[in-house]
């Protein structure tokens, strides 16, 4: 192919916009080669069993499994609390809500988006531990189901925007036919309106789980911080690790060299590696519903 | 169109690289330090221990000498000796000794200790008013292996025992395990939460009822009491007077770490660090001077609510 038909217009505005967009979109790729090349002693002294070891102890073992299982966990827990909270406003501002009012909803989810994590994280350690604490009779509430609650709220408003504007996207010829069929206002929306949006709504959820398992200031000051999978491993209750908080407890200490920052990159190559997969995921579908 | 347009695409991108071109030049020389030729910066980061006494230093010393700055930052006392190992810091604070494998790394470190200090074990208000006043050294170090789980097994109420660790790196937790187990980093495989600075630990274990923990007696306060050490029939109290005479025996060195003597503006910090001004601030932040001719009866809890 002539190079001419690919980059027709080459003045001063083409090199000028060329090199600011490569910058931007060289930075991805820096980024993941190094992480890469700063992971690699780990790799080289561990091996792979470096992902499914349970023992970290900084200079002597380092196993990821702990952390890799504890963000999994929280994230799981936060979608799992999210979810019908998030349908559940996204369906009422979309369906039964209109003009002005639709946008104060709107607007407000948006600013809650905008919240610092730091904040959540303040309000975690103040009241949410010891609300889990005495609601649920435990003796400590430093744990991984409020990490998961703590996250709930945190990527609440993602979640409920993008799906509102996945039910929206729903053409108003299937509302308008589902209604002369005969259908309730109800059946429309759950038989027709959010099966139509499905794809949508998937991404909404994958999107919102890719800021929680990224959250590290406010999971850390409420999820125990012990590297460690509960016993038995579904015991929501016990503490744990997730792996940007771990990375943000022993970052400043390892600083720049030593297994213990090859070891913190390499969990920041996996985590990178499942944020990407999510939002990935997350834009496919949301693609596919539009 | 095209020309105007490119015209103020021209000027920005000239901005840009003007911008690019500067901060290259500022790399090597290490930072902004090249920027600020004519008033000196120190930078201190480290142990969450000996932070209050230095911050409070920093302050009364820039106020002495308007054209140093001091930065003060915690981490903890690995990230002090690293930094200043790795001259990311003027000054690293410590609150243990500089382990050999880090003097092997460093071959420059020189430390300079300010004061002493003790670590405690600390329990819950309601552990200590239910009558737990000390434990043997066995029992702590069972509490941290796992083996004691339960109050009632140290004559205490029946309450299962939340067992707090700290971050591998600090500092307190070295001192506290060499005592224990003879080992500044054994493992406490009886813990449940982990936690890093000194006011951190201090937060989750005033929020229990049930909570174990280790911390720099200078931030005991009524949450957060320090019990004794039992030793045979005698009890040992984390009090500066024992601390001072030497029967308590968890005290510890509270360290400046930096490469090398410290000279020019940083070596005038230590000086006032040792000054009788310096020396004064260290009482005042609850833990025991070095050069102190005058007895102090204070007892600790000065970073107390």
């Given at each position: 192919?002539?190079?001419?038909?690919?980059?027709?217009?080459?003045?001063?505005?083409?090199?000028?916009?060329?090199?600011?967009?490569?910058?931007?979109?060289?930075?991805?790729?820096?980024?993941?080669?190094?992480?890469?090349?700063?992971?690699?002693?780990?790799?080289?002294?561990?091996?792979?069993?470096?992902?499914?070891?349970?023992?970290?102890?900084?200079?002597?073992?380092?196993?990821?499994?702990?952390?890799?299982?504890?963000?999994?966990?929280?994230?799981?827990?936060?979608?799992?609390?999210?979810?019908?909270?998030?349908?559940?406003?996204?369906?009422?501002?979309?369906?039964?809500?209109?003009?002005?009012?639709?946008?104060?909803?709107?607007?407000?989810?948006?600013?809650?988006?905008?919240?610092?994590?730091?904040?959540?994280?303040?309000?975690?350690?103040?009241?949410?531990?010891?609300?889990?604490?005495?609601?649920?009779?435990?003796?400590?509430?430093?744990?991984?189901?409020?990490?998961?609650?703590?996250?709930?709220?945190?990527?609440?408003?993602?979640?409920?925007?993008?799906?509102?504007?996945?039910?929206?996207?729903?053409?108003?010829?299937?509302?308008?036919?589902?209604?002369?069929?005969?259908?309730?206002?109800?059946?429309?929306?759950?038989?027709?309106?959010?099966?139509?949006?499905?794809?949508?709504?998937?991404?909404?959820?994958?999107?919102?789980?890719?800021?929680?398992?990224?959250?590290?200031?406010?999971?850390?000051?409420?999820?125990?911080?012990?590297?460690?999978?509960?016993?038995?491993?579904?015991?929501?209750?016990?503490?744990?690790?997730?792996?940007?908080?771990?990375?943000?407890?022993?970052?400043?200490?390892?600083?720049?060299?030593?297994?213990?920052?090859?070891?913190?990159?390499?969990?920041?190559?996996?985590?990178?590696?499942?944020?990407?997969?999510?939002?990935?995921?997350?834009?496919?579908?949301?693609?596919?519903?539009? | 169109?095209?020309?105007?347009?490119?015209?103020?695409?021209?000027?920005?991108?000239?901005?840009?690289?003007?911008?690019?071109?500067?901060?290259?030049?500022?790399?090597?020389?290490?930072?902004?330090?090249?920027?600020?030729?004519?008033s000196a910066v120190i930078?201190?980061?480290?142990?969450?221990?000996?932070?209050?006494?230095?911050?409070?230093?920093?302050?009364?010393f820039?106020?002495?000498h308007?054209a140093i700055k001091i930065?003060?930052?915690?981490?903890?006392?690995?990230?002090?000796?690293?930094?200043?190992?790795?001259?990311?810091?003027d000054?690293?604070?410590?609150?243990?000794?500089?382990?050999?494998?880090?003097?092997?790394?460093?071959?420059?470190?020189?430390?300079?200790?300010?004061?002493?200090?003790?670590?405690?074990?600390?329990?819950?208000?309601?552990?200590?008013?239910?009558?737990?006043?000390?434990?043997?050294?066995?029992?702590?170090?069972?509490?941290?292996?796992?083996?004691?789980?339960?109050?009632?097994?140290?004559?205490?109420?029946?309450?299962?025992?939340?067992?707090?660790?700290?971050?591998?790196?600090?500092?307190?937790?070295?001192?506290?395990?060499?005592?224990?187990?003879?080992?500044?980093?054994?493992?406490?495989?009886?813990?449940?939460?982990?936690?890093?600075?000194?006011?951190?630990?201090?937060?989750?274990?005033?929020?229990?009822?049930?909570?174990?923990?280790?911390?720099?007696?200078?931030?005991?306060?009524?949450?957060?009491?320090?019990?004794?050490?039992?030793?045979?029939?005698?009890?040992?109290?984390?009090?500066?007077?024992?601390?001072?005479?030497?029967?308590?025996?968890?005290?510890?060195?509270?360290?400046?770490?930096?490469?090398?003597?410290p000279n020019d503006v940083v070596g005038r910090f230590v000086?006032?660090?040792?000054?009788?001004?310096?020396?004064?601030?260290?009482?005042?932040?609850?833990?025991?001077?070095?050069?102190?001719?005058?007895?102090?009866?204070?007892?600790?809890?000065?970073?107390?609510?």
């Open positions: 192919m002539n190079t001419r038909s690919l980059f027709p217009e080459r003045g001063p505005a083409f090199w000028g916009t060329g090199f600011t967009a490569l910058i931007a979109s060289g930075t991805i790729f820096i980024l993941f080669v190094s992480l890469v090349i700063e992971s690699v002693p780990v790799f080289k002294t561990q091996g792979v069993s470096f992902l499914w070891g349970t023992d970290w102890f900084a200079g002597e073992a380092y196993g990821a499994l702990p952390m890799i299982f504890g963000s999994l966990m929280v994230t799981a827990i936060a979608v799992v609390l999210v979810f019908p909270f998030a349908l559940g406003s996204a369906i009422l501002t979309s369906e039964f809500l209109n003009g002005r009012l639709r946008l104060m909803v709107k607007a407000a989810m948006e600013l809650l988006a905008g919240v610092p994590g730091i904040i959540y994280g303040l309000m975690g350690i103040a009241l949410l531990t010891i609300w889990v604490r005495d609601v649920f009779g435990l003796i400590d509430g430093n744990t991984l189901f409020t990490a998961g609650l703590l996250l709930a709220v945190m990527v609440l408003p993602t979640v409920m925007t993008l799906s509102e504007d996945a039910l929206r996207a729903v053409p108003g010829e299937f509302r308008d036919t589902a209604l002369s069929l005969g259908l309730t206002r109800m059946e429309m929306v759950l038989k027709v309106v959010v099966p139509q949006a499905l794809p949508g709504l998937a991404g909404a959820v994958f999107l919102g789980l890719g800021r929680a398992m990224g959250e590290t200031i406010a999971v850390m000051l409420v999820i125990g911080g012990i590297d460690r999978i509960p016993q038995p491993w579904f015991n929501l209750f016990a503490s744990g690790q997730s792996i940007p908080s771990k990375i943000g407890r022993e970052a400043a200490e390892a600083l720049g060299f030593d297994l213990q920052w090859s070891a913190l990159i390499a969990l920041g190559l996996v985590l990178f590696v499942m944020v990407m997969a999510l939002s990935l995921a997350g834009n496919l579908l949301l693609r596919r519903a539009r | 169109m095209p020309g105007r347009f490119s015209k103020k695409l021209i000027l920005g991108m000239a901005l840009i690289l003007l911008g690019v071109g500067i901060s290259i030049q500022i790399w090597p020389g290490g930072g902004f330090h090249v920027l600020a030729q004519d930078r201190v980061a480290g142990s969450t221990t000996v932070l209050p006494i230095v911050s409070r230093a920093a302050e009364r820039q106020a002495d308007p930065t003060v930052n915690a981490g903890g006392s690995g990230v002090g000796v690293h930094g200043a190992g790795t001259r990311r810091l000054i690293g604070l410590a609150s243990r000794e500089i382990t050999p494998k880090e003097n092997d790394r460093y071959a420059s470190l020189h430390t300079t200790v300010i004061g002493r200090d003790a670590v405690a074990c600390v329990v819950s208000s309601e552990i200590f008013r239910s009558g737990v006043h000390a434990l043997s050294r066995k029992q702590i170090g069972d509490i941290y292996l796992g083996k004691i789980t339960n109050w009632r097994q140290v004559g205490g109420p029946d309450r299962q025992i939340i067992v707090i660790d700290k971050e591998t790196h600090r500092g307190t937790r070295h001192v506290f395990m060499r005592y224990l187990f003879g080992k500044s980093n054994a493992r406490a495989p009886g813990a449940r939460l982990v936690t890093g600075s000194n006011n951190e630990e201090q937060a989750k274990i005033a929020q229990s009822d049930a909570a174990i923990g280790l911390l720099s007696i200078a931030w005991i306060n009524d949450d957060v009491v320090g019990i004794g050490i039992r030793e045979g029939r005698r009890v040992i109290k984390p009090t500066l007077e024992n601390v001072r005479s030497g029967r308590f025996p968890i005290a510890r060195n509270l360290n400046l770490v930096t490469a090398g003597e000086d006032y660090m040792l000054s009788p001004k310096g020396q004064e601030l260290v009482q005042a932040s609850g833990y025991i001077p070095i050069h102190s001719p005058q007895a102090v009866s204070k007892v600790a809890g000065s970073h107390s609510k």
